[in-house]
């Protein structure tokens, strides 16, 4: 327990040797130490998270992943540790907060860079299914995209196709309706284009020879349309069209598995969206309140910081603060009178040797006078 207290005052940057004299501090500090490190803690799991699906499908992006997220979650942790140490608590809570102002600002953006990985993966089950959907409309669409491309390039054949599937459609109707009223003549059967006068007379006999004709003139049509659609059929083949089909289950899940960050993070924006085009508000709240928690939690070491009064702990401190500075500032004063000195004293040892110089000079031009 000791240890993990240690430490923990350690990630609060506390001096262990002064907050040892006030008990009635540690926990204070312990808990503020816990607080930067569990932030740098989920920094550093989101933004591994999030690498992996950027080097999602490399043999090393396990490795990737879990190098930048040590790197992102140090980083978050330094930055965390010196905020707030640098909170001076002697000064007014205004002056503690426009210190601590860039901070919650910058916290405000890593929260949102923290929060969005970790939604990524609550969201998981559902941006899955979102994807899948998403996958198959586009791969539907560029079905379609092809075949009309194709139809386009192939537009006559098409329209002769068409003609002659309307033709057929036309002359099988009129074919089945014909019949009945033969049946009708043939058996008696009185209506408005029908004697009612059972037989197989003239009448009847003239009008199955039309429909055998037309029966053979409408399988002619059909083995037209028949020869058509192998035709377009091998086209097709030929140029790749049949390449192009809705992917199965498995591939489905293939894909979804190796999306990328862009995808789910696009996958995520649209959750809350219906297929009718309505808003899911339910859903919608729900990211937007995950991502205000973790940007709470980013800004939280702040804001314990800051709701914190002012403690023996921190007493102490400003008082050694205010002596090294003292301290230093005598420091300097020393140097600067010795330095002071020992000018004086170089002075006086120039001056001294200059003046003997010039005593050894006049004595030689007296001797030689």
């Not at 899955?128 to 586009?138: A, N």
């Not at 390449?243 to 960050?261: E, M, P, R």
């Not at 996958?267 to 859903?283: E, Q, V, Y």
């Not at 020393?334 to 050894?360: C, G, H, P, W, Y």
Request: charge should be neutral; proline fraction near 2%; include cysteine.
């Amino acid at each position: 327990m000791n240890t993990i207290k240690n430490f923990f005052w350690w990630c609060a940057g506390v001096h262990k040797e002064t907050l040892q004299k006030y008990p009635e501090e540690h926990s204070k500090y312990f808990s503020i130490g816990a607080t930067i490190f569990f932030t740098g803690l989920f920094a550093a799991l989101a933004g591994g998270y999030a690498l992996y699906f950027i080097f999602s499908g490399s043999d090393f992006a396990v490795f990737y992943a879990a190098l930048f997220g040590l790197i992102w979650g140090l980083a978050i942790f330094n930055m965390d540790r010196y905020i707030v140490l640098s909170i001076d608590k002697s000064k007014s809570n205004f002056k503690q907060f426009l210190q601590a102002l860039p901070r919650i600002i910058l916290a405000v953006i890593i929260g949102i860079v923290i929060s969005r990985p970790l939604e990524l993966k609550i969201f998981d089950k559902e941006i899955r299914e979102h994807l899948r959907t998403e996958y198959l409309i586009k791969q539907q669409a560029t079905i379609d995209t092809l075949n009309s491309t194709f139809e386009n390039k192939y537009q006559i054949e098409y329209t002769q196709l068409n003609k002659f599937k309307t033709e057929a459609d036309s002359l099988d109707v009129s074919i089945k309706d014909d019949r009945q009223k033969l049946n009708h003549e043939i058996f008696g059967t009185k209506t408005a284009e029908t004697s009612g006068v059972m037989g197989y007379g003239p009448y009847a006999k003239r009008k199955e020879e039309l429909l055998n004709k037309q029966e053979i003139y409408l399988d002619s049509l059909r083995f037209k349309i028949q020869k058509k659609e192998t035709e377009l059929f091998e086209r097709k083949e030929k140029e790749g069209l049949l390449d192009t089909k809705i992917l199965s289950d498995a591939a489905l899940d293939s894909v979804v598995n190796i999306a990328g960050f862009s995808d789910r993070n696009t996958a995520l924006s649209k959750l809350h969206l219906n297929p009718d085009g309505s808003s899911n508000d339910s859903t919608k709240y729900a990211v937007i309140f995950i991502a205000c928690l973790f940007i709470f939690f980013e800004c939280l070491p702040v804001f314990v910081k800051l709701m914190s009064g002012k403690d023996s702990y921190d007493i102490e401190t400003a008082k050694q603060r205010t002596v090294h500075n003292y301290e230093s500032t005598s420091n300097i004063d020393i140097e600067k009178n010795a330095l002071d000195q020992l000018s004086e004293k170089r002075t006086e040892m120039s001056v001294k040797k200059r003046t003997n110089q010039l005593e050894k000079e006049y004595s030689e031009n007296e001797d030689i006078t």
